[in-house]
């Protein structure tokens, strides 16, 4: 088989068209959306919200409307009120997540039970299916993904000053609550976005996975941002690639070649690497020069 | 003169600058079931050099807290540059503990400083050239102008607060609500902190530091007020330091002041005296990483 065969063969089905640019679009939201997320250290927060999706797909089926509106009530509601539970406290904000998180699971799960006929439907939102993706849900994705992604654009320099230094940039006027939720609103948007093509049980990777490899490569936001992005990309492309001449799983295949990625940035940075520190003990990272 | 809090209130006249920046009455504050202010009266004149001293739990940081917004007092009233706290807040400069900072973030000392700008630029902008020469006038203000472009988690300790007070000036404040700005900094740096914070003071703005470093208080800061979930006494720094009765009673005998051969004095700080009890601040010791 040629090198031309070999990219254009698959491109020959419809499925694996737009299986592909939906992964290219959910992986690019997911990791400038993840770039904030791990800088504010939201990953938990994003899987609970993922996984609270779940009941609002099952009450969506139950009630006969579109299951993209009940799971997107459902994220961005989740969102909201782990944010309201952060300023009330009493908790730990990380019990108050881990509470919320299985209790809305469990009632997805009990929902669902109560369906007696297979539904395909809810099951590709739980493991994702991309090649499973229609045109309109396309549409929906790209709307939605553009939405994000001006919003971020947007409010970038409040969004990095309120994110680095809450404090400073609260006391100096910044309505840094309201960029919070905000936040916390577009991740909601952003994970009902992904999960039918990577599933709520995977959406997390994507969105942690790229930005915390490009951590570990560059010292500047915007770099980081790039390079997130870039990841997202590569393993989108060759994770769909893979699934397709193996004939595994789509969505576990991209979420495997990004963990991949992270890996060999997790050995080989030249900054944090672990090679890097074997040579630099015990402040190699600290006193490398900046990129 | 010294005024203590069972002296006379009246004679708080301010030497300089008739309009107070900070005006505290009553105030009390806390986290939880912990009260960290009780009851707080504080005038800060404008073009003041104050800080604030006292040992760890004592309210320090709440204090600078509750007057930059970010803390709501439980009682009492407070005026910030004439209005309630937060609405001046883009004439407010706040610098959080050297503690309170993630340093793995991936900025760059310039972006940092530009931060300073972001309140003004506002939304939907990008920095213009005022604003870029207000970060480059404030990099070489604190001398760090050759490190624009290095990440802040390759910086020392030192060279992290002088990034940070060029941020403070970047943003061109009436207020400077600064958070342990020298602490665990080698004395070049303190010296030179201390000297654009004198000169920002002498301009007229005014400059509340929290410290634990008593010689330094005495030496570099013309009036201090002693704090320890109330206000123990208000008045020139160096009086307030070489006070023994007033150290021991805002340190709860954890200090000693010895007279030095200079005719000055030898105080030793016990500043790392942990306070479990009023455990609304945390400290850190240096932890040697950078």
Same mark, same amino acid.
């Given at each position: 088989?040629?090198?031309?065969?070999?990219?254009?063969?698959?491109?020959?089905?419809?499925?694996?068209?737009?299986?592909?640019?939906?992964?290219? !679009?959910?992986?690019?939201?997911?990791?400038?959306?993840?770039?904030?997320?791990?800088?504010?250290?939201?990953?938990?927060?994003?899987?609970?919200?993922?996984?609270?999706?779940?009941?609002?797909?099952?009450?969506?089926?139950?009630?006969?409307?579109?299951?993209?509106?009940?799971?997107?009530?459902?994220?961005?509601?989740?969102?909201?009120?782990?944010?309201?539970?952060?300023?009330?406290?009493?908790?730990?904000?990380?019990?108050?997540?881990?509470? !919320?998180?299985?209790?809305?699971?469990?009632?997805?799960?009990?929902?669902?039970?109560?369906?007696?006929?297979?539904?395909?439907?809810?099951?590709?939102?739980?493991?994702?299916?991309? !090649?499973?993706?229609?045109?309109?849900?396309?549409?929906?994705?790209?709307? !939605?993904?553009?939405?994000?992604?001006?919003?971020?654009?947007?409010?970038?320099?409040?969004?990095?000053?309120?994110?680095?230094?809450?404090?400073?940039?609260?006391?100096?006027?910044?309505?840094?609550?309201?960029?919070?939720?905000?936040?916390?609103?577009?991740?909601?948007?952003?994970?009902?976005?992904?999960?039918?093509?990577?599933?709520?049980?995977?959406?997390?990777?994507?969105?942690?996975?790229?930005?915390?490899?490009?951590?570990?490569?560059?010292?500047?936001?915007?770099?980081?941002?790039?390079?997130?992005?870039?990841?997202?990309?590569?393993?989108?492309?060759?994770?769909?690639?893979?699934?397709?001449?193996?004939?595994?799983?789509?969505?576990?295949?991209?979420?495997?070649?990004?963990?991949?990625?992270?890996?060999?940035?997790?050995?080989?940075?030249?900054?944090?690497?672990?090679?890097?520190?074997?040579?630099?003990?015990?402040?190699?990272?600290?006193?490398?020069?900046?990129? | 003169?010294?005024?203590?809090?069972?002296?006379?209130?009246?004679?708080?006249?301010?030497?300089?600058?008739?309009?107070?920046?900070?005006?505290?009455?009553?105030?009390?504050?806390?986290?939880?079931?912990?009260?960290?202010?009780?009851?707080?009266?504080?005038?800060?004149?404008?073009?003041?050099? +104050?800080?604030?001293?006292?040992?760890?739990?004592?309210?320090?940081?709440?204090?600078?807290?509750?007057?930059?917004?970010?803390?709501?007092?439980?009682?009492?009233?407070?005026?910030?540059?004439?209005?309630?706290?937060?609405?001046?807040?883009?004439?407010?400069?706040?610098?959080?503990?050297?503690?309170?900072?993630?340093?793995?973030?991936?900025?760059?000392?310039?972006?940092?400083?530009?931060?300073?700008?972001?309140?003004?630029?506002?939304?939907?902008?990008?920095?213009?050239?005022?604003?870029?020469?207000?970060?480059?006038?404030?990099?070489?203000?604190?001398?760090?102008?050759?490190?624009?472009?290095?990440?802040?988690?390759?910086?020392?300790?030192?060279?992290?607060?002088?990034?940070?007070?060029?941020?403070? +000036?970047?943003?061109?404040?009436?207020?400077?609500?600064?958070?342990?700005?020298?602490?665990?900094?080698?004395?070049?740096?303190?010296?030179?902190?201390?000297?654009?914070?004198?000169?920002?003071?002498?301009?007229?703005?005014?400059?509340?530091?929290?410290?634990?470093?008593?010689?330094?208080?005495?030496?570099?800061?013309?009036?201090?007020?002693?704090?320890?979930?109330?206000?123990?006494?208000?008045?020139?720094?160096?009086?307030?330091?070489?006070?023994?009765?007033?150290?021991?009673?805002?340190?709860?005998?954890?200090?000693?002041?010895?007279?030095?051969?200079?005719?000055?004095? +030898?105080?030793?700080?016990?500043?790392?005296?942990?306070?479990?009890?009023?455990?609304?601040?945390?400290?850190?010791?240096?932890?040697?990483?950078?």
């Amino acid at each position: 088989m040629s090198l031309v065969d070999f990219v254009t063969g698959p491109m020959a089905y419809g499925f694996m068209q737009r299986g592909l640019v939906a992964a290219i !679009l959910v992986g690019v939201v997911c990791a400038v959306m993840g770039t904030f997320v791990v800088l504010k250290g939201l990953a938990f927060i994003g899987d609970a919200v993922s996984h609270a999706a779940f009941p609002g797909l099952v009450i969506a089926y139950l009630l006969g409307i579109p299951l993209y509106v009940g799971a997107a009530a459902a994220a961005v509601l989740t969102a909201l009120a782990i944010g309201a539970v952060s300023r009330r406290g009493g908790l730990r904000f990380d019990t108050a997540v881990g509470v !919320l998180f299985a209790g809305t699971f469990a009632l997805g799960i009990l929902l669902f039970s109560t369906i007696r006929n297979y539904v395909a439907d809810l099951f590709s939102y739980l493991l994702g299916n991309v !090649l499973g993706i229609a045109t309109e849900d396309l549409v929906q994705i790209a709307l !939605l993904g553009v939405i994000v992604l001006a919003v971020l654009y947007v409010l970038r320099k409040e969004l990095l000053y309120s994110t680095f230094d809450p404090a400073g940039a609260a006391a100096s006027g910044l309505p840094v609550n309201r960029l919070e939720y905000l936040l916390l609103g577009l991740l909601g948007v952003t994970i009902v976005v992904s999960i039918q093509a990577v599933g709520i049980i995977m959406v997390v990777a994507m969105l942690v996975t790229p930005a915390a490899t490009a951590q570990l490569l560059v010292v500047r936001f915007g770099r980081m941002l790039s390079l997130a992005v870039w990841v997202a990309v590569v393993s989108a492309v060759s994770g769909l690639y893979l699934s397709y001449y193996l004939n595994v799983a789509s969505g576990a295949s991209i979420v495997l070649v990004e963990t991949a990625l992270f890996g060999a940035a997790l050995v080989f940075s030249p900054r944090r690497g672990l090679l890097a520190r074997r040579h630099h003990e015990p402040t190699g990272a600290a006193v490398a020069p900046g990129a | 003169m010294i005024e203590t809090e069972a002296g006379t209130k009246a004679s708080s006249a301010p030497a300089r600058g008739a309009v107070p920046a900070i005006r505290l009455r009553g105030v009390s504050a806390g986290y939880g079931d912990l009260l960290a202010l009780d009851r707080i009266d504080l005038d800060v004149p404008t073009g003041s050099l +104050l800080a604030v001293i006292g040992p760890n739990g004592a309210g320090k940081s709440t204090l600078l807290k509750v007057i930059a917004g970010l803390l709501e007092a439980r009682t009492g009233t407070i005026e910030v540059l004439g209005a309630r706290p937060g609405i001046a807040a883009r004439r407010v400069a706040y610098v959080p503990q050297a503690e309170a900072v993630d340093w793995e973030f991936p900025v760059t000392v310039g972006e940092v400083v530009m931060m300073g700008r972001v309140p003004r630029i506002g939304i939907l902008r990008g920095p213009g050239t005022a604003d870029r020469a207000a970060v480059d006038h404030a990099l070489a203000t604190v001398g760090m102008a050759a490190a624009v472009e290095r990440q802040i988690g390759a910086l020392s300790g030192g060279q992290r607060r002088r990034v940070f007070l060029a941020r403070a +000036l970047a943003s061109e404040p009436d207020l400077y609500l600064l958070d342990e700005p020298v602490t665990g900094v080698d004395a070049t740096t303190q010296e030179d902190l201390m000297d654009v914070l004198e000169a920002e003071a002498k301009a007229g703005r005014t400059v509340v530091a929290t410290t634990h470093d008593l010689a330094c208080a005495a030496h570099r800061f013309q009036e201090a007020a002693l704090v320890n979930r109330r206000i123990v006494a208000t008045g020139p720094a160096k009086d307030l330091v070489l006070d023994q009765r007033l150290l021991a009673e805002t340190y709860g005998g954890h200090v000693v002041v010895l007279p030095d051969l200079a005719g000055g004095a +030898l105080i030793l700080d016990d500043a790392h005296h942990h306070d479990e009890a009023a455990g609304g601040e945390r400290h850190y010791h240096e932890d040697g990483r950078s």
